[in-house]
């Protein structure tokens, strides 16, 4: 069956940098779109940032913009969320997503297959 397991989220203070991965397996990872997403306490499911299969197109939530950078390598099945500069607003657990098409979307309901989070805390 399809997992997707993400990784690398932890405790940090404010400014510091986080890398989370999300490896997949179950699924040809290069005929998928991915996405990351994240969830506040008492807050919906947001859209962080997004690549589409090739890696070639990439999108981002506006208040992650020059601080965080998502990319994939599809030898490794494995997207990445390098996260710079973090805030404490930043917190939260962030989720990657699975989207089978060339383009990926900032919708949650357009993905078809979520892992089940990691944790990461910015501490101010």
């Known amino acids: 069956q399809v997992q997707l397991v993400e990784s690398g989220g932890g405790l940090v203070q404010a400014g510091g940098s986080l890398r989370l991965s999300c490896a997949a397996s179950?699924?040809?990872?290069?005929?998928?779109?991915m996405g990351w997403f994240r969830q506040a306490p008492g807050k919906e499911r947001e859209f962080v940032a997004t690549?589409?299969?090739?890696?070639?197109?990439?999108g981002y939530k506006d208040s992650v913009k020059g601080r965080f950078t998502i990319s994939r390598d599809n030898a490794k099945n494995t997207v990445y969320l390098q996260m710079n500069s973090l805030k404490p607003e930043d917190t939260a657990v962030y989720y990657c997503?699975?989207?089978?098409?060339?383009?990926?979307?900032?919708?949650?309901?357009?993905?078809?297959?979520w892992g089940q989070g990691t944790q990461v805390t910015v501490s101010s």
């Open positions: 690549i589409s299969k090739s890696g070639v197109s990439t």
């Open positions: 997503a699975a989207r089978r098409a060339t383009l990926g979307r900032t919708t949650t309901e357009l993905y078809d297959y």
């Open positions: 179950g699924l040809t990872f290069s005929s998928y779109a």
